[in-house]
């Protein structure tokens, strides 16, 4: 009796249990507006505590708080993918500076329902935003194999996408190879 294929028969696909770990992904509604606004800003903020891991510089736009309005269209967008008829509560949000060597490591957001990055420029050898599973090590090296399995995922952005994911979904910044200086606006938000 071949115990294998007996096996094979019973199961005709595999199962997800949980759905976890997720991203959406779209051109801004107003990408053009949101980027001639936000490529204006450029004062380096040199006191935030989460960048001592990373080179990045940063750029706060908690006093422009016209910003809002111009997030709020992704937002919507966002809550009809989710049918979510709430409301969103917005940390102010940051401009991410990506000069020639500069990364992010991976890292999550912690206290925060979910979050934002947006594209505002793109170009060759620019860093790749990337995505790791922070549950990969309950998968052996042969099963990983097997199932063709990759723990890093990496989504090809445009110039006006932006990307919302789960706060804790591990996540980081490529070392920046280009002298082109890559700018990208980040976010936190709770629903309420």
């Known amino acids: 009796m071949n115990l294998?294929?007996?096996?094979?028969?019973k199961f005709k696909q595999m199962?997800?249990?949980?759905?976890?770990?997720?991203?959406f992904h779209f051109k801004a509604p107003n990408a053009d507006e949101l980027i001639a606004f936000l490529d204006e800003k450029n004062d380096i903020d040199d006191k935030v505590h989460?960048?001592?891991h990373c080179v990045v510089d940063t750029?706060?736009?908690?006093?422009?708080p016209e910003v809002l309005d111009l997030i709020s269209p992704s937002l919507q967008k966002l809550?009809?993918?989710?049918?979510?008829?709430?409301?969103?509560?917005?940390?102010?949000?940051?401009?991410?500076?990506?000069?020639?060597?500069?990364?992010?490591?991976?890292?999550e957001h912690p206290e925060c329902d979910m979050s934002a990055v947006f594209f505002i420029n793109e170009g060759d050898d620019f860093a790749k935003f990337y995505f790791t599973d922070r549950f990969s090590c309950s998968l052996t090296p042969s099963t990983r194999r097997v199932l063709n399995y990759y723990d890093t995922q990496t989504p090809v952005v445009s110039t006006g996408d932006i990307i919302f994911f789960p706060s804790a979904l591990y996540h980081g910044v490529a070392p920046h190879k280009s002298k082109q200086v890559r700018k990208t606006m980040s976010f936190n938000f709770n629903f309420e």
């Open 79 to 107: 809550a009809e993918e989710l049918k979510f008829d709430g409301r969103f509560f917005v940390i102010p949000p940051w401009i991410n500076i990506y000069n020639e060597h500069s990364h992010q490591e991976i890292h």
């Open 50 to 52: 989460w960048a001592d």
């Open 4 to 9: 294998v294929s007996n096996q094979t028969k």
């Open 59 to 64: 750029v706060s736009l908690e006093s422009f």
């Open 15 to 23: 199962n997800t249990l949980f759905n976890n770990q997720f991203y």
